[in-house]
DNA sequence: AAATGACCAAATGAACATTTCAGTCAATTT
DNA sequence: AAATTGACTGAAATGTTCATTTGGTCATTT
């Protein structure tokens, strides 16, 4: 068989993507990288948000694998869900398409980016809802209603890493990590 | 004594920015509301920006009245942080300033406008961090950076009510207040 | 001394010209 | 005949020009 030209769309894709972010990416251009005919791409992906939403299922999927390794080992759950939490915001922070994407909708907000930002945010939602769930059955936490706190969590890391960040040094992890014992599991009441 | 200048120029001037925002209200349409001379408004404040620092300044502190009278009563402190935090969100959801000032800053981002809102985040904090640090000193609830306390519960608010609202149907004020509780005060822990 | 509005330079945006780009399809290659 | 290609197209984005608007000044009026 020849080469397969569908996963150098793929990676060109990416590549660009990575580099320049959605709008500013041509079809043109990946398919000048992927050495390929513009046409081509026509033959495998419908338009260009179909390439793009492909790229980002992929990118879920790797998300939803590193978070899934967080909770392998047997530390108590708190610790296992901040590992989590604390992986998936690593994850956005350092990798590069990733960088990329937050900074398009900033700034520019690109109609496809801020969809598929949402479409992250939702599946890391779900994930932790169901992650929440178990422990709820398993006796690990509190009763409580699952959407709820996983929202209320995601968000409390977003506030203690990008929202603390805007206006105080950075906080290391591990500190990061016993506030959101401190605050989320033992509470502040005496 | 005549008529107090100052002081209709800047009620005409918080009309139109309630009304058309900062970028879009112009001068001559102060002046004009004013009925005075478009000079007039330069001989009180240096420029544009001033005027608005002005208005946002009254702003702030009747939102810190605000959240100082939920401080006044006997309830446990949680229940009046509960007050003062919903008493702020609600605040800049129905004061029309306000809601216009988040507008523009959302959707065209006006830096004027945008340091504005800082300026009243900070404000809010300082505020917040006051209370805890009091809190802690009367051994109303453990010890904690206060700091980082404040700005956790303000976005916990902000995500319970804001956040929460994008995708699901709004929680009640006193499901809020419990939630509060349950996160913050009692923990999830068993 | 206080208030004013005509005036100016800079910013804005409407109108028009040009370029870019996503997507198509007839021609070419395998 | 199936897969691949790139020249082509209309629509949308971008650049350009220029008249209008606007923040701020200051000589004149009150």
């Not at 801020?114 to 690990?140: F, H, Q, W």
């Not at 599991?185 to 005496?190: D, M």
């Amino acid at each position: 068989m020849g080469i397969d030209r569908k996963k150098l769309i793929v990676e060109a894709a990416t590549k660009s993507f990575s580099q320049f972010g959605y709008k500013a990416t041509t079809i043109d251009q990946v398919a000048k990288i992927a050495n390929v005919g513009k046409g081509t791409i026509y033959t495998f992906f419908k338009n260009k948000e179909e390439l793009f939403d492909e790229i980002i299922s992929s990118l879920i999927k790797e998300l939803k694998v590193t978070a899934d390794e967080a909770f392998l080992g047997d530390l108590p759950f708190h610790e296992k869900l901040h590992q989590a939490l604390y992986q998936i915001l690593e994850f956005r922070m350092s990798h590069q398409l990733s960088i990329k994407l937050f900074q398009e909708a900033r700034e520019i907000g690109t109609p496809a980016v801020v969809d598929v930002i949402n479409r992250m945010e939702n599946n890391i939602l779900r994930n932790i809802e169901e992650r929440v769930s178990k422990a709820i059955e398993t006796g690990s936490i509190q009763s409580c209603d699952p959407k709820v706190t996983a929202v209320v969590m995601l968000k409390l890391y977003i506030a203690l890493i990008f929202d603390w960040e805007k206006n105080n040094p950075p906080l290391e992890k591990d500190e990061i990590a016993k506030l959101f014992e401190q605050y989320i599991f033992k509470g502040l009441a005496k």
